[in-house]
């Protein structure tokens, strides 16, 4: 089927990004042969397009950058793919297409150095910009708190649209395999991410940012729980 004709309310809603296409078929060409893969597709979008005439109206379609490649409406189209060959994939698989999708536009940010004050008050108010469009959508609920000069920044969601379809439809089991590229991203920064839950597992989403050579990171060493998150000892920051 073609995108353009995926039976969606393109007022409020936008299809998946054509990189997020290309990364799911290329996960079914893994598991399918050939005569297959088509049908195998189009079974993907049908469930993305069933999914979303029952799902909310008001995260701004194409309006809203969180909607571009990787966000909301990419989580969701993975989920699609999740629910049609659960089968076959796996936590993996489903990482790698999120990384993919995200990971790119960080790379060509390898100048970017959080170690440095510059850059890391740079970094602050991109999330300070951030949160004025959050607040615009109220799809994620944003918090940033005052930069101290010498500290991690630190912001948190305390309303996630992605972790709030999967709870609804049944698929917080792969949100590991969504959330984990935030600590990627941030290592293509020099900077580390300290995180201690989700609003998938928890109530909030916590990102407590410094540099990589910065002690704070080494004193909340990171792990990989039983659900597959990355996540950090308890810290006392904030």
Excluded at 36 to 49: D, G, T
Excluded at 126 to 141: L, N, Q, T
Excluded at 191 to 205: Q, S, Y
């Amino acid at each position: 089927m073609k995108d353009s004709k995926l039976q969606i309310d393109r007022s409020c809603h936008v299809p998946y990004s054509k990189t997020c296409k290309k990364e799911i078929q290329s996960k079914i060409a893994l598991h399918y042969p050939e005569a297959e893969r088509e049908m195998i597709w189009e079974k993907v979008q049908r469930q993305y397009v069933d999914f979303l005439s029952d799902w909310r109206k008001d995260l701004g379609g194409k309006r809203n950058f969180h909607n571009s490649a990787g966000g909301t409406y990419d989580c969701i189209a993975i989920m699609s793919y999740y629910a049609v060959c659960k089968p076959v994939t796996s936590f993996r698989e489903i990482e790698e297409i999120e990384e993919n999708l995200i990971l790119p536009s960080f790379r060509k940010l390898k100048f970017v150095n959080c170690n440095k004050p510059f850059w890391r008050k740079l970094m602050y108010k991109a999330f300070v910009r951030a949160k004025s469009g959050c607040d615009k959508w109220h799809d994620y609920e944003m918090s940033v708190a005052p930069y101290e000069t010498d500290k991690p920044i630190y912001y948190e969601f305390t309303a996630c649209p992605a972790a709030e379809f999967a709870k609804r439809f049944g698929f917080t089991d792969i949100m590991p395999a969504l959330c984990n590229v935030d600590y990627a991203s941030m290592e293509l920064l020099h900077a580390k991410l300290v995180r201690t839950t989700t609003c998938a597992n928890g109530c909030k989403c916590d990102y407590t940012i410094c540099g990589d050579q910065d002690p704070y990171g080494r004193e909340h060493p990171e792990y990989r729980d039983e659900n597959g998150y990355r996540r950090n000892r308890k810290c006392s920051y904030r």
